[in-house]
């Protein structure tokens, strides 16, 4: 017996037309794709025992202090219409950060879209029965896998809001990185007149991964999670942080064409314009990008006051207004993460790296690219 969603996968023109065989298979091996590609997707959340998580996950969520800017708009939006959450990508905590905002204010969690190196093992299982996590295979290419996917999106968006995450992985640079179109394309073809989009922006003073992902700058190749977690569990020593999850104004979809190539990009372009207008703009940031290899606080302070002038100018939402209450606190937070160094009345640069990083989250108000000014 099939259940509802995989009948209704298979009922979509879309899928149906694939069935019917071509790409070099036969109907047969089609059905088989689309079948496994199925079972890989399917999802179940338990949201008794989603809540429960906040306790075995307290060492963990202790460490990041959780804010939220905005929080009528997801209350406001759920109750009147399917909600999509489309969130820049920082860190791992995003998965448990975000949700857990959302139930911290009586609003129920989505499902989210992970990727699905973040499936083996026992926090497969508990992503796949508990979290109501979707596994999502990135950059491929085949046929099967993409028609079902949207097609499995689609069909969620009846019954469930989603989570994803526009930029697809997480910034190995720190910048907010071009917008995928893979599962804004799949909710355009969910054919819901109540179906809405939330910009959401999720922000750290520091990222618990910062030097692991400012190492490598970009993604060379996906790496088992169980090696990336081990490695999260050594930076976590010490770690302390706070987390600004902000949102959007709603972006309606029921006026787009969803086989138009123009809109989903459009589409996918105006909300990573929107991400980044609400990303908030943290101490570490600015010290990060006014920061030189050496510099007196003074000299230090007066560049901040600059880059704030100029984020004020181009409507960003800062979350500090003064220069020297952002040097005093971004130095403080970068001094005990050991990526700037005092000595001898100047302010040092030890981990280059990481500095970049950090002052790349900001990047995309500093200097907009076309796209980002739509």
């Given at each position: 017996?099939?259940?509802?969603?995989?009948?209704?996968?298979?009922?979509?023109?879309?899928?149906?037309?694939?069935?019917?065989?071509?790409?070099?298979?036969?109907?047969?091996?089609?059905?088989?794709?689309?079948?496994?590609?199925?079972?890989?997707?399917?999802?179940?959340?338990?949201?008794?025992?989603?809540?429960?998580?906040?306790?075995?996950?307290?060492?963990?969520?202790?460490k990041i202090e959780r804010h939220v800017e905005h929080i009528d708009?997801?209350?406001?939006?759920?109750?009147?219409?399917?909600?999509?959450?489309?969130?820049?990508?920082?860190?791992?905590?995003?998965?448990?950060?975000?949700?857990?905002?959302?139930?911290?204010?009586?609003?129920?969690?989505?499902?989210?879209?992970?990727?699905?190196?973040?499936?083996?093992?026992?926090?497969?299982?508990?992503?796949?029965?508990?979290?109501?996590?979707?596994?999502?295979?990135?950059?491929?290419?085949?046929?099967?896998?993409?028609?079902?996917?949207?097609?499995?999106?689609?069909?969620?968006?009846?019954?469930?809001?989603?989570?994803?995450?526009?930029?697809?992985?997480?910034?190995?640079?720190?910048?907010?990185?071009?917008?995928?179109?893979?599962?804004?394309?799949?909710?355009?073809?969910?054919?819901?007149?109540?179906?809405?989009?939330?910009?959401?922006?999720?922000?750290?003073?520091?990222?618990?991964?910062?030097?692991?992902?400012?190492?490598?700058?970009?993604?060379?190749?996906?790496?088992?999670?169980?090696?990336?977690?081990?490695?999260?569990?050594?930076?976590?020593?010490?770690?302390?942080?706070?987390?600004?999850?902000?949102?959007?104004?709603?972006?309606?979809?029921?006026?787009?064409?969803?086989?138009?190539?123009?809109?989903?990009?459009?589409?996918?372009?105006?909300?990573?314009?929107?991400?980044?207008?609400?990303?908030?703009?943290?101490?570490?940031?600015?010290?990060?990008?006014?920061?030189?290899?050496?510099?007196?606080?003074?000299?230090?302070?007066?560049?901040?006051?600059?880059?704030?002038?100029?984020?004020?100018?181009?409507?960003?939402?800062?979350?500090?207004?003064?220069?020297?209450?952002?040097?005093?606190?971004?130095?403080?937070?970068?001094?005990?993460?050991?990526?700037?160094?005092?000595?001898?009345?100047?302010?040092?640069?030890?981990?280059?790296?990481?500095?970049?990083?950090?002052?790349?989250?900001?990047?995309?108000?500093?200097?907009?690219?076309?796209?980002?000014?739509?």
């Amino acid at each position: 017996m099939l259940d509802d969603i995989t009948q209704a996968v298979l009922a979509r023109e879309e899928v149906a037309r694939y069935l019917r065989g071509g790409h070099g298979q036969s109907a047969v091996q089609a059905r088989e794709r689309v079948h496994a590609y199925l079972d890989e997707l399917r999802t179940t959340q338990r949201y008794p025992f989603y809540r429960a998580l906040k306790h075995p996950l307290y060492p963990i969520l202790r460490k990041i202090e959780r804010h939220v800017e905005h929080i009528d708009v997801p209350r406001a939006a759920t109750r009147a219409s399917r909600v999509i959450y489309a969130s820049n990508h920082k860190s791992h905590t995003d998965y448990l950060v975000e949700p857990l905002v959302l139930d911290d204010n009586g609003v129920r969690p989505p499902l989210i879209a992970a990727g699905i190196n973040l499936f083996g093992g026992p926090l497969g299982l508990l992503h796949r029965h508990v979290t109501g996590a979707v596994p999502i295979r990135r950059n491929t290419k085949d046929p099967a896998y993409l028609i079902t996917l949207k097609a499995y999106v689609a069909e969620l968006l009846r019954e469930h809001d989603l989570l994803f995450y526009l930029e697809g992985g997480r910034s190995y640079s720190g910048e907010l990185k071009p917008p995928k179109t893979g599962l804004i394309h799949a909710a355009m073809q969910a054919d819901r007149a109540n179906l809405v989009i939330i910009p959401t922006a999720i922000a750290y003073d520091l990222v618990l991964e910062d030097r692991a992902l400012a190492r490598q700058g970009v993604k060379r190749r996906q790496r088992a999670f169980t090696r990336e977690l081990a490695e999260m569990v050594g930076l976590a020593v010490g770690y302390r942080s706070r987390a600004w999850v902000t949102f959007g104004t709603p972006i309606r979809m029921d006026a787009l064409d969803p086989e138009s190539r123009r809109a989903v990009l459009d589409l996918a372009h105006h909300t990573r314009h929107e991400i980044g207008k609400l990303y908030k703009v943290l101490p570490t940031a600015l010290v990060a990008a006014a920061m030189q290899p050496s510099i007196t606080k003074r000299d230090l302070e007066a560049r901040v006051e600059g880059l704030l002038d100029t984020l004020r100018a181009a409507g960003a939402n800062l979350g500090v207004d003064r220069s020297r209450e952002a040097v005093d606190e971004g130095l403080d937070l970068l001094k005990g993460r050991h990526v700037i160094a005092f000595e001898r009345g100047r302010y040092r640069v030890r981990e280059r790296s990481v500095l970049r990083y950090y002052a790349r989250t900001i990047s995309h108000l500093i200097s907009p690219s076309p796209n980002q000014t739509c």
